[in-house]
């Protein structure tokens, strides 16, 4: 079983950053598809970006591609999305994600095997 644990969350003024933490247990993370997603108050979780394995590819919602970065550093066994330029719309809990076996649908929540508690970020305007 595969643990993963957000963190960095917090509440920023419109404009502003917040880099949030992924880390996954598993002696095989430097081959899983990790994913964000988020989820917003009374809204369906959505995709938000995915990045590869040792075969890196990654993958960024259109919604917040020119503002949003993903990573990965194999060494510590940790993800990273890098959110500038954040806007109100953008306020939710934010959850990382592992698949283990790269079903084909990296957009879909339904693809990700394990799930961390959610961290939660606030943009105030």
């Known amino acids: 079983q595969v643990q993963v644990t957000e963190s960095g969350g917090g509440v920023v003024q419109a404009g502003g950053s917040l880099r949030l933490s992924c880390s996954a247990s598993g002696s095989a993370f430097s081959s899983y598809r990790m994913g964000w997603f988020r989820q917003a108050p009374g809204k369906e979780r959505e995709f938000v970006a995915s990045?590869?394995?040792?075969?890196?590819?990654?993958f960024v919602a259109d919604s917040v591609k020119d503002r949003f970065t993903i990573s990965r550093d194999t060494a510590k066994n940790t993800v990273y999305l890098q959110m500038n330029s954040l806007k109100p719309e953008d306020t939710a809990v934010y959850y990382c994600a592992a698949d283990l076996v790269y079903r084909d649908s990296y957009y879909r929540p339904q693809t990700y095997d394990y799930w961390g508690q959610g961290t939660r970020v606030t943009v105030s305007s």
């Open positions: 990045i590869t394995g040792s075969r890196v590819y990654t």
